[in-house]
Structures are given as structure tokens and as C-alpha cells.
């Protein structure tokens, strides 16, 4: 039997805050242990946690550029369950009345465009984090606790089981984290766990409705483990539906050395969160003005910028898809472009000879050696014909590894254009001389054989000659 | 209004022990499930009252927006916030084993 992948993702992305969601204290990453701990966020009895405004805010930017509703009244809940990461014994989250509902993003499939339904955000704490003794839980005798994580702001962002392949799955949670860096609300470095997802995946026969039992995996933190762990999954699935067996519901954790998913087997039966109303913490209203003020604060968002790239410069949907997959290289190429250079060149390098090097060095393009400054200056230089963009990927690589301009760099190597005209006088005769034909075709009223031989007059400066020069030279003598 | 209580049954006590990590020996779940019984048929009470017309109440207290800027403040020191604990290590809490096989 032919079955269909049902994909539904929870993202967890940790909220750029200085501070703790409910308490002040420091949310800096990799502090040491137990450092950033409060009476609030321990978990003491007594103590009263007040909201962190940015908090709010955050999750509010985020529920407008994923296309949200906003709630305008939204609130606090307790949800209950013992683990040793969480010292309260509940998770201050929120139930039923969440900060954002029904919004959705769309991600480019080999099909097309698919649309994926976002059914809520709302806000939380993040939990400890747990040091095993051993090399797993399952072999460990104890564990230790840090909690310098908890109370670290999370929006949830929950969406609808919308997505049928790892690759959909993937490019989905690639756009959740394109939308959240634009907007500046996290970090999104998956390395410190900013940014994970809890996959859930049920298979169905092909063409059917009804949904299978589902298994969730947890915690899944960079692109490739989610397109792994969900394809390892499908299979483990798959041959059990074949063998006529059964799914167990169950959490799985996902191991990216052996390339498997494995149970969990937890001892707790059945999870009941007992959802409460949070006491501590009052409702939060939000009008409509203040919805409005946020929405004009947000900056161009992916979709938007992609097709201004399309429309005003005509990059291909390609081109313009890539570069602004992140704000960082959206405004890179923006910088690029102002500095005057031609909008398709400045892609053409940035996808080129940059993404090229920066991927050979693992750097990201914030940290290029060549700023978009440098860049533009030498992409106008080639547009001016003062180098060709052959002698371009010289100057470019010389950029990479010294801070001189390129004109300098020009200077320096003698790649600086031929613009006496007697030394092109001379070659531009030689080539005449040799190319009979053309010389003939151009006489004849063919004007575009020039273009022949223009090339081999560069060819033989190693594209030294200024352009402009050899055309003007070369319809002088020809129009003699 | 109707009662929503069916009768607690011996299953939802157990239940309840294990999500409450709670011990509750043989010989007292009669008496426990007596008095739960008696306690959510006090509490359902409630449900006499006609609540149709009724918002549901978020919180108790007619107030809403109360927010903090984005300020650290100073934790704890660490010795202080481990004075606690029954057990520790190297500036952890440390905890007993977590998931059983
Ligand atoms: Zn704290």
C-alpha cells in the first residue's frame, strides 16, 4: 500500500530578552551553572512573577508577521507535570485564550507554493537544563540541574498538521526562523537551542482522511535532523503498517550518531496537564491601536522583500528566494545596490564567488571579509569596463584575504585597464589584420560582428583593455 | 443544572495518586474515594448556579497589563540558592534517576 506522510510541527524559539519572562534575571547564554537564579524563578514559595513587557511585545510582532489574529485578551496557565527541569512543578504556558490564533506562513515546494496553517503562538518558560551522570538518561543513577534556563521566554509556535514530506517540513520551519530573525525577536542560533521543534508524524493510506496514531519526536534542534529524524520515521512506520502491525503514541527521541529514532518508554502512564488559570499573573488586553502601532513597526518581511527583488530589479524568483532567506543577506545585497553596483551583478557575486567562499570558510555573510561596500565598488568597476569580471574574481579573492579597496588592489597587481591609446591602436590593428572575415561582415552592414572582434582584442590584453576604447578604435578604423 | 460528578471510581483515585506521585496503600482507597466523592459533590454545588450569561472569569482581582521593563536584575548567589537542596554538586541541584527501563 502506497501511505501519505502527515507532518505537524511545534516550534519553541527562545524571545530576545534581556531578562527572565517572569523575574530579572540575566538570560545570557552559557553563564555558569545556577548563576541566574531568583526566588521567582526557583520556584520559592511566596514570591510573585510579574510579566516582562518585551515579552508580550515579542510574541505580538511574531503573531502578526505569521498572520495571526491577535488576541486581544489573553492569559496566563498553569500547566502541571513533574519533571526535575521545571522547579514550580508546573509550566507557567498559556491554554485556552493564547496571545495568537489562526496565522499562516507559505513555503516554496517542488510543487509550488503550499500554504501552512499556524493554529496558535502563545507564550511560555523555557525549562532547566539537566546534566546526566551517565551518557544517557536511561543509564543515569542521578542527574544535576541547572536552572539557569528557566524562565527563559518562549513563544510556541503550534502549526496544523499540514505538511506531508521532511523536505515540506524543513523549508517550513527554514521560514519560521527567516520571519523571526527579520522581525528581531530571537536569536534563532539553533547550536544553543534558541530555535526547536517537536516533530509529530502519523501516516495515513494515500488519499485518505482519517489520521494515524502519531508519533512525536522532541526537541529537535538543527534543519537536517528534522528532515532526517521525520524520513527515518516514515520508514519505521511504514514497515510496520506493512507488517500489519500497529503504531504505539508515544515521544521518540531522535539520535543523529546512529541515524535512528528511539522509544522514550517513560513510566508516566497517560500525561494530564491539569491546565489551571495562572493566579499569579493578570490577563493582558490589547487594542487594536496597539496591534496597528505593531504591524507599522515591523520591518519588510521575507515574501514582501522577495518580491520587491523580483519586481524592481528583475531577479528571478530563484535568486531573489535565496537572498532574502535572511535579513542579514537581504540587507547585504540592499547594501550592495546602493553603493551603486547593478542589482542582477550584485546577486550574480553574491551568489557566486561569496556564498562560495563563505561557505568554504563556514562564515556567515555578517561576518564576510568582503563588506557589501568593497563589493559594489568592484562590480561598478567591471560595469564601467575598467576590469573584466574575469580580472573581478581576481580583485574579489585578493579582497577576500587583504582590507584594500579594489581599486587599489587594481593598481597594485597592474590589472589596471589599458587606456593608452597607442598600445590599443597597435593590437586593435594586428587584430584586423588577422580577422579578415568579420572585418568583411562589418563592412557589409553587419554591425554586431565588431563583437568578434572586440573579444579577441580583450583576449589578448587579458582583459586589460579599456572596453570603451578598443569600440570607439575599432569603428574609427573599420568606419575609415 | 445538572450534576456533572459521576461517581469517582477506584481508577480515577489511582490516577490522580500517580500524576500527584503519591503512595496511596490498599486499605485507605476506600476511605480516600468516600471523601473525594463527598468533596466533588460539595463543589458541584456550583454547577446549580445558571452561568450562561457569564463571562468566564480569568482572574479574581478587576485588573490587567501589569508588566515589568526588561531590566536585570541580580540573582541569587549561588550558594545561597542551593542552601536548600537536599542534595548538590559541583553548583547543580542534583536529582535521582529521572526515567526507569
Ligand atoms: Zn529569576
Known amino acids: ?480 | 443544572m445538572v450534576s456533572i460528578v459521576a461517581k469517582v471510581s477506584k481508577e480515577d483515585l489511582e490516577m490522580v495518586a500517580v500524576l500527584s506521585r503519591l503512595e496511596v496503600p490498599e486499605q485507605d482507597k476506600e476511605k480516600h474515594l468516600r471523601q473525594l466523592d463527598s468533596f466533588l459533590q460539595y463543589v458541584d454545588n456550583l454547577s446549580k448556579v445558571d452561568t450562561d450569561q457569564v463571562e468566564p472569569l480569568a482572574h479574581v482581582l478587576p485588573i490587567h497589563n501589569v508588566f515589568r521593563e526588561d531590566e536585570v536584575r541580580p540573582s541569587l548567589d549561588r550558594e545561597l540558592a542551593l542552601s536548600n537542596a537536599p542534595l548538590k554538586e559541583d553548583g547543580y541541584f542534583k536529582v535521582p534517576k529521572i526515567l526507569e527501563d
Not at chain 1, 515546494?109 to 500554504?115: D, L, N, Y
Not at chain 1, 517537536?198 to 535532523?225: C, Q, V, Y
Not at chain 1, 503514541?249 to 517513560?266: A, H, I
Open chain 1, 1 to 480: 500500500m502506497k501511505y501519505e506522510a502527515v507532518i505537524g510541527l511545534e516550534i519553541h524559539s527562545e524571545l530576545k530578552t534581556n531578562t527572565k519572562i517572569f523575574c530579572g534575571c540575566a538570560t545570557t547564554f552559557g553563564a555558569e551553572q545556577n548563576t541566574h537564579v531568583c526566588p521567582v524563578c526557583l520556584g520559592l514559595p511566596g514570591v510573585l512573577p510579574v510579566v516582562n513587557r518585551r515579552v508580550v511585545e515579542f510574541a505580538i510582532k511574531a503573531g502578526i508577521a505569521l498572520n495571526c489574529t491577535i488576541n486581544k485578551f489573553s492569559k496566563f496557565d498553569r500547566k502541571n507535570y513533574y519533571y526535575p527541569d521545571l522547579p514550580k512543578n508546573f509550566q507557567t504556558s498559556q491554554y485556552d485564550l493564547p496571545i495568537a490564533e489562526h496565522g499562516y506562513v507559505d513555503i516554496e515546494t517542488e510543487q509550488g507554493k503550499k500554504r501552512i496553517r499556524i493554529t496558535r503562538i502563545h507564550m511560555e518558560e523555557d525549562a532547566g537544563k539537566l546534566v546526566h551522570s551517565g551518557t544517557t538518561i536511561k543509564d543515569s543513577a542521578a542527574s544535576n540541574v541547572d536552572y539557569n534556563r528557566t524562565g527563559v521566554p518562549l513563544i510556541e509556535i503550534v502549526s496544523e498538521p499540514d505538511m506531508s514530506t521532511p523536505q515540506e517540513a524543513r523549508a517550513y520551519m527554514e521560514k519560521i526562523k527567516s520571519i523571526l530573525e527579520y522581525i528581531d525577536v530571537s536569536n534563532c542560533r539553533m547550536e544553543e537551542g534558541n530555535l526547536r521543534a517537536d516533530l509529530n508524524i502519523s501516516l495515513r493510506p494515500a488519499g485518505t482522511k482519517e489520521l494515524g496514531t502519531k508519533a512525536e519526536m522532541k526537541n529537535i534542534n538543527s534543519f537536517k535532523a528534522v528532515e532526517d529524524a521525520l524520513t527515518y520515521e516514515i520508514e519505521r512506520q511504514e514497515e510496520i503498517l506493512e507488517d500489519g502491525g500497529h503504531i504505539v503514541q508515544e515521544t521518540r527521541t531522535w539520535d543523529p550518531n546512529r541515524g535512528v529514532t528511539l522509544s522514550m518508554r517513560t513510566k508516566e502512564t497517560a500525561q494530564d496537564y491539569r491546565y489551571m488559570p495562572e493566579p499569579d499573573l493578570v490577563p493582558i488586553i490589547t487594542t487594536d491601536e496597539e496591534i496597528e502601532a505593531y504591524r507599522k513597526g515591523l520591518p519588510e518581511l521575507p515574501d514582501a522583500r522577495q518580491a520587491r527583488l523580483e519586481e524592481k530589479f528583475g531577479l528571478s524568483s530563484y535568486d531573489a528566494g535565496i537572498i532574502t532567506s535572511s535579513r542579514d543577506m537581504a540587507e547585504y545585497f540592499d547594501a550592495v545596490v546602493a553603493e551603486g553596483a547593478d542589482p542582477k551583478l550584485a546577486a550574480n557575486w553574491m551568489m557566486g564567488d561569496l556564498s562560495k567562499n563563505l561557505n568554504s570558510e563556514g562564515k556567515e555573510i555578517k561576518d564576510s571579509p568582503v563588506d557589501a561596500k568593497r563589493l559594489g565598488k568592484m562590480i561598478q568597476l567591471i560595469e564601467k569596463g575598467t576590469i573584466s569580471s574575469k580580472i573581478g574574481k581576481e580583485v574579489f579573492k585578493t579582497m577576500w584575504e587583504s582590507p584594500d579597496d579594489p581599486e587599489k588592489i587594481i593598481k597594485d597587481k597592474g590589472l589596471v585597464q589599458i587606456t593608452d591609446t597607442k598600445e590599443i591602436e597597435a593590437i586593435v590593428d594586428s587584430v584586423i589584420a588577422a580577422n579578415p572575415k568579420p572585418v568583411a561582415d562589418y563592412k557589409s552592414g553587419n554591425k554586431k560582428a565588431i563583437g568578434a572582434l572586440v573579444g579577441q582584442i580583450m583576449k589578448q590584453t587579458r582583459g586589460k583593455a579599456n572596453p570603451q576604447l578598443v569600440n570607439q578604435l575599432l569603428a574609427q578604423k573599420l568606419d575609415q
